[in-house]
């Protein structure tokens, strides 16, 4: 897990000390951290009830240890999947990435013989691969990014489409794509904001930081595309992180998507 954060922890859960999964790198902010400890039992099975602060994908990762190779089968809300957990000692098992289909009240199982530390929901993009054009612009969905959230997420109606729920100002996004044909690039974010705007946000792409206040648009999804500054980009693999630096109202913003248009190389 190459992503830094904090953990958010519900009341249920008590302090942990997340040996297995610590050692690569602390945990993305939104993540969820149920351990055996604070489950209830019935045999082979460990169910724990929470409350979600927001919906949306998840990696599910288990911390386990077994003598032999186990099947493992887990409940989250209404969805039911499973997979094999190799034998060993301390491993970790990337389960399935699953939506969470609603906030507040929710529940999580897994059935499985083997020796289970702590369950992992790890926030997730919704979307695929992020490619360039044939015209070497790069377009970034909402749905393609990875929430670093407690409250912000994905609205996928179609009427939104867009990061929404902004409202705590420590919640970021992220993109991770590749560049094919490096250059020069416009980078045009179109936001909404009904709230009055204002809030301060900071714009990163590697060691390049971009600045711009929130409009207010006259609506939440009322989406206008700003050109903020350019960024350098050379060919392999590269990042966009967006990161309020304040909350002016009630929300950030919401964000539909963000261009990085590539200027025509100069003759």
């Known amino acids: 897990m190459k992503h830094l954060g904090l ?19 602390e945990l993305p902010r939104g993540s969820l951290v149920f351990k055996a400890a604070d489950a209830k039992k019935d045999g082979n099975t460990h169910a724990w009830a929470f409350k979600a602060e927001r919906w949306g994908m998840y990696e599910v990762r288990a911390a386990y240890s077994s003598e032999k190779e186990t099947s493992a089968t887990v409940t989250l809300g209404d969805t039911k999947f499973g997979d094999t957990l190799a034998a060993g000692e301390n491993s970790i098992a ?30 997730a993009p919704e979307g695929g691969e992020i490619t360039q054009g044939e015209d070497g612009d790069i377009e970034l969905a ?31 996004a992220e993109w991770s794509f590749g560049v094919t044909n490096g250059g020069v ?53 590269a990042s966009l992180q967006i990161k309020p630096k304040n909350k002016k109202g009630g929300a950030v913003m919401d964000i539909h998507k963000i261009r ?8």
């Open 7 to 25: 953990l958010l922890l519900f009341p249920l859960l008590s302090t942990l000390v997340l040996s297995s999964f610590a050692k690569e790198g």
């Open 94 to 123: 990337n389960l399935d990435r699953r939506y969470l289909a609603g906030q507040g009240k929710q529940t999580l199982e897994i059935f499985t013989d083997a020796n289970i530390t702590y369950l992992l929901l790890e926030p």
């Open 142 to 172: 909402s749905k393609d990014a990875l929430t670093h959230s407690v409250k912000m997420r994905y609205e996928p109606k179609a009427n939104k489409n867009c990061l929404g729920f902004w409202a705590n100002h420590e919640d970021w």
């Open 185 to 237: 690039f416009e980078v045009e974010i179109t936001q909404g904001c009904g709230g009055g705007g204002g809030s301060d946000v900071a714009v990163h792409v590697g060691e390049q930081t971009l600045n711009f206040v929130v409009e207010d648009t006259g609506g939440w999804q009322n989406w206008k595309a700003r050109k903020i500054g350019t960024v350098t980009l050379e060919p392999g693999p």
């Open 260 to 267: 990085l248009v590539k200027r025509a190389a100069k003759k």
